[in-house]
């Protein structure tokens, strides 16, 4: 694993990836409140890993990026900004800093930050639609992620979250909520780019083995940060999880089993890979870059 492979990718889309966000959202509603919600949130930074894992599934297999690809890989950044919304309103996590900024509902207020994820959510799917990908892709992409974020997705992690707070559940029912609040937005992410690069069958099935781990492997290092890292590292309130009896790999396995429980994550993601690798006969190594986001 490259990590300057890694730095050296985000360094070229990245920029690309707010500027685009930036122009296309700057006519989005003829309420200017609502404008400036959404813009807030949506533009506010943050990794973007979730359009990047897009993109780089349609490079790794020499699939051209034009204007229809790019549209239909960033609307996933809308879908993800409406939910971090969402989580952070005061009847779910109440939480009062996201990258380092306010919270949307502390900003704008509880109606209106509500009122621009609820606009964010439809605006993911019309960007898809409007993409002028071929119909069959855009119908693809379109039940893929409402599969991955409705009620046996990221919804139904969130209400696993928010009703399993002050019960500690077992481990199997911890990976379940996670896969399905967390991991299921990365899973469309590399599904979306398996979508428009036509890989099926045992190869895509490889990649998204590959995008399961790395998204639990994303919620461990998450939680492990939450007790060992700072609000001004994190952009966020720490220590969080632990204050609302929330469940956490910390909080069930320790901070060491936490860390084993990472490792094992992220050796099922090489092996993953490998195994996509050759089948494909192709190297992906960029992919594989990602897994040293976890070496911060």
Not at 5 to 21: G, H, M, Q, S, T
Not at 55 to 66: N, R, S
Not at 173 to 189: D, F, S
Not at 258 to 273: E, G, I, W
């Amino acid at each position: 694993m490259n990590k300057q492979v890694l730095a050296d990718f985000e360094a070229a889309w990245v920029p690309r990836i707010n500027a685009y966000l930036d122009e296309q959202l700057q006519q989005v509603s003829d309420q200017d409140q609502l404008t400036a919600a959404m813009r807030y949130s949506v533009l506010a930074g943050g990794k973007r890993l979730r359009p990047l894992l897009t993109l780089a599934v349609l490079t790794a297999f020499e699939q051209p990026i034009t204007a229809k690809e790019l549209r239909a890989s960033v609307a996933v950044e809308l879908m993800h900004t409406y939910s971090l919304i969402h989580d952070d309103l005061p009847a779910m996590d109440n939480d009062r800093l996201r990258r380092g900024q306010l919270t949307n509902h502390v900003k704008f207020g509880e109606d209106l930050a509500i009122l621009a994820g609820d606009a964010l959510q439809p605006l993911t799917f019309q960007w898809l639609a409007d993409s002028q990908l071929s119909a069959a892709m855009i119908a693809q992409l379109t039940l893929a992620l409402a599969q991955a974020t409705g009620p046996k997705g990221m919804v139904a992690g969130q209400v696993a979250d928010v009703t399993g707070a002050g019960i500690q559940l077992p481990l199997a029912v911890l990976q379940q909520l996670h896969r399905e609040k967390t991991g299921a937005l990365i899973h469309y992410a590399v599904v979306a780019g398996s979508i428009q690069a036509t890989v099926t069958g045992p190869i895509q099935a490889a990649l998204l083995a590959f995008a399961d781990a790395f998204g639990l492997a994303f919620q461990i290092y998450d939680d492990i940060l939450d007790v060992t890292s700072t609000p001004a590292a994190m952009g966020k309130a720490t220590h969080k999880d632990a204050q609302e009896h929330k469940n956490t790999y910390p909080g069930l396995l320790g901070l060491v089993g936490a860390k084993s429980a990472l490792k094992q994550a992220l050796n099922q993601a090489q092996n993953a890979l490998k195994q996509a690798e050759t089948l494909s006969q192709r190297d992906l190594g960029l992919l594989a870059a990602f897994l040293t986001y976890f070496t911060n």
